[in-house]
């Protein structure tokens, strides 16, 4: 996608964090309709303070309901008729030992990052194939790529969402649809606000290389570090020392993580 001016966007979780920093990014490109749903109707009310010129369709929702999911996509056909971007940003985390996170939490994590994301893909994909230059964004982790302990349920959550836009990516080869994924490392958003991770990225600077992807056509975004993520490519038991050295300060620094 070279060129985001008049392009009509739709994102969830855009109420703070990556995806708002991916509608400011957006916007300052040219975009001025956005469709956004979000669990804060506040959040989602303070968007059309900050970006003032822009037109707003906000829905209050969860995307882990699938009837939110239906209802939200059919207010874009309502008013819009076609979309040019789909950004599957929401995600929720719960982390720890395997056997003191809750099912709710592993259920939960599973709905919203995973099944929310296929279903919002799916109520959109007819609005995308109505676009001359559609694109899908879907925001994965670097925790797909290196599996570290204590997030073995986001991990694989995230890992999901990997695959699944590599099979839609040659699904869709006979559509203009860009599919393009983010693996963003600890980003200093709210989700990570009760971990205690060190030397977060900006949610600004994230949003600004998902962009950047998005005009290179690329397929991955990815942001963590690459001799790391090569290493547990090629030589995973290698890297299983590395995550044993590093075992007692993921233990300290997800006693506490949980953003649901």
Do not use: C
């Not at 369709?57 to 309901?65: A, N, T």
């Not at 994590?109 to 995308?128: C, H, R, S």
């Not at 797909?144 to 990997?162: D, E, Q, R, S, W």
């Not at 080869?173 to 900006?202: E, N």
Request: no cysteine; glycine share 6%.
């Amino acid at each position: 996608m070279k060129n985001f001016e008049n392009k009509k966007v739709a994102i969830s979780g855009g109420g703070s964090g990556i995806g708002k920093s991916l509608i400011a990014e957006l916007y300052k490109a040219g975009t001025r309709d956005f469709a956004v749903i979000g669990r804060s109707a506040d959040k989602l009310e303070a968007l059309k303070n900050e970006f003032p010129e822009a037109r707003f369709i906000l829905f209050s929702g969860d995307v882990s309901k699938p009837q939110d999911l239906k209802e939200f996509t059919k207010e874009i056909e309502n008013k819009w008729k076609a979309l040019d971007l789909l950004i599957n940003n929401a995600g929720i985390v719960s982390a720890g030992p395997i056997g003191e996170i809750s099912d709710e939490d592993i259920i939960s994590q599973v709905n919203t990052n995973v099944t929310g994301l296929i279903l919002l893909t799916k109520y959109a994909l007819p609005l995308l194939k109505e676009s001359k230059e559609a694109a899908i964004l879907n925001v994965s982790s670097n925790l797909a790529l290196i599996g570290l302990p204590f997030y073995a349920p986001y991990a694989a959550t995230k890992g999901a969402v990997k695959v699944f836009s590599e099979a839609l990516r040659r699904e869709l080869k006979d559509f203009p649809i860009q599919v393009a994924t983010l693996y963003p490392t600890g980003t200093d958003t709210p989700m990570m606000t009760s971990s205690q991770s060190q030397g977060l990225h900006s949610s600004e600077m994230v949003a600004q290389k998902a962009i950047e992807g998005l005009k290179n056509n690329d397929i991955d975004i990815t942001l963590g570090d690459a001799e790391n993520i090569k290493l547990n490519r090629e030589n995973p038991v290698e890297f299983d020392k590395k995550a044993a050295s590093m075992y007692d300060a993921m233990k300290k620094r997800t006693e506490n993580h949980r953003s649901m």
